[in-house]
């Protein structure tokens, strides 16, 4: 990587526990450059890999940046930022975080994994099906990053938002579905498309696109788009699918071409066509597709993904969902590993903008469990406050939408051998972090 990266160099990473930062950091420290960084003082999760490998965190702190570093700029954080203008002065490369990763991985086959939705779940299982068969870095948007010196292959989570995506020019694009989120940003659905559409531009290779999406199917590109679904008309089938409760089982065609069989350890329709796009990946790539099944049967998930635990006598699950379609496939899933059991939705909105967007779609997907408690909504560092308070949403919501405070949990202890979704993209955790002390307090005085 002469000419870009040096070994000499220390990488200051300003906002270093962002979930895309912590992850690059990773990867850089692993392929063995100095790396050091930023951040506030409150614990993130992200913090725990960083401080397992020894990289430095220090508080914000203009003092903070020496002569001889390199900055990496978070997407949070202005060029007024006291590290930023330290830098500046001294006359460092300041570096945003999209515009460092575009020319990272213009040394890898690098495979962007783009989407309203799905992001997250698609990278996390081609990075671990990938690293399985050849040596691989990665990225992926929970925090999580891996550094291989040796690595062929780099997938990585590329975000619409601001269109930071637009940094980059993959080989390959995971393209999962364009639909409207982050109203702060885009003006409406064909805005969002729009962008979606500027990136297909920009893809060396190939482009795997969910079939049945309306806007993709309208995609042009100068590389081949080769759509993955459940479809005749599809270029990658996935046929012959066994959902139960153990996971998911079904056949993978190019057209009538026979890839493999596969079994899938994880729940819900969505991921089944997330698996989808990365067999095509691995299938254009021509790798091994028995080695491909193998490790796709050890796949555990990743961060806030229907990341489930047994307290007592309740399930417990922790999602990220915090848009309408990301609650059906929760609850889809839910639904598929528990069908004896009640579905409890525990839902905190994220944005005052997105609530309000969305005020009618969150309750028709939330109405899909059966009970629905709703917590106050979480702002952001772009909007403190808005004209839409929770109990608008819970008046629309019918089955139940009850609105509950962190300091009062008592309406949940209603429900037994149930399953409990703490859905959102907030804090919504401190609320399951309650709940579940509640619950272990509440078994051990009945013992």
Do not use: W
């Not at 409150?42 to 940046?65: H, S």
């Not at 493999?260 to 091994?288: M, W």
């Not at 949990?409 to 509640?438: C, I, R, S, W």
């Amino acid at each position: 990587m002469s000419g870009f990266l040096n070994k000499d160099t220390t990488y200051f990473f300003v906002g270093i526990k962002g979930t895309g930062m912590s992850a690059l950091a990773t990867v850089l420290f692993e392929e063995g450059y100095k790396v050091e960084g930023s951040d506030v003082e409150k614990y993130f999760f992200t913090q725990r890999d960083l401080e397992r490998l020894g990289i430095k965190i220090f508080p914000f702190n203009k003092d903070n940046i020496k002569p001889g570093m390199a900055v990496i700029q978070g997407n949070a954080f202005s060029d007024t930022h006291e590290e930023i203008v330290a830098a500046k002065k001294l006359g460092l490369p300041v570096i945003p975080y999209p515009e460092f990763l575009g020319r990272f991985i213009e040394h890898y086959t690098s495979i962007a994994v783009t989407g309203s939705h799905g992001k997250t779940s698609t990278t996390g299982l081609l990075a671990h099906v990938l690293s399985g068969v050849a040596p691989t870095s990665y990225l992926i948007g929970d925090g999580t990053g891996l550094g291989n010196p040796d690595a062929r292959f780099f997938p990585f989570e590329a975000c619409e938002y601001r269109r930071h995506f637009l940094s980059y020019s993959p080989d390959y694009a995971i393209m999962t579905n364009i639909d409207f989120d982050h109203p702060d940003y885009y003006h409406g659905i064909e805005d969002v498309a729009d962008a979606f559409q500027s990136l297909a531009k920009q893809v060396k290779k190939a482009i795997f696109a969910y079939g049945d999406d309306p806007y993709l199917r309208k995609l042009k590109a100068d590389v081949p788009i080769y759509y993955y679904g459940t479809s005749a008309k599809d270029d990658i089938q996935v046929r012959n699918i066994d959902r139960t409760t153990k996971g998911s089982d079904f056949d993978v065609y190019h057209d009538d071409h026979f890839i493999g069989h596969f079994s899938l350890p994880a729940f819900g329709q969505h991921n089944i066509l997330n698996a989808a796009a990365v067999i095509a990946v691995a299938y254009f790539e021509k790798l091994d597709m028995k080695k491909v099944a193998e490790e796709m049967l050890t796949f555990q998930g990743v961060k806030r993904r229907f990341s489930e635990k047994n307290v007592s006598d309740m399930v417990i699950v922790d999602d990220y969902a915090h848009h309408p379609s990301e609650i059906r496939a929760t609850i889809d899933a839910a639904r598929q590993k528990y069908p004896d059991k009640e579905i409890v939705a525990v839902f905190q909105p994220h944005t005052f903008s997105r609530t309000i967007a969305y005020m009618d779609d969150f309750a028709k997907s939330l109405d899909l469990a059966d009970h629905v408690f709703l917590c106050d909504i979480f702002g952001s560092a772009r909007e403190k406050t808005g004209k839409v308070k929770i109990e608008d949403l819970a008046a629309k919501v019918k089955k139940g939408g009850e609105v509950i405070k962190v300091d009062n949990l008592a309406p949940l202890m209603n429900y037994h051998d149930a399953v409990m979704l703490f859905m959102g993209a907030g804090d919504v955790q401190k609320y399951e972090t309650a709940y579940e002390k509640l619950l272990s307090t509440s078994t051990k005085n009945r013992l």
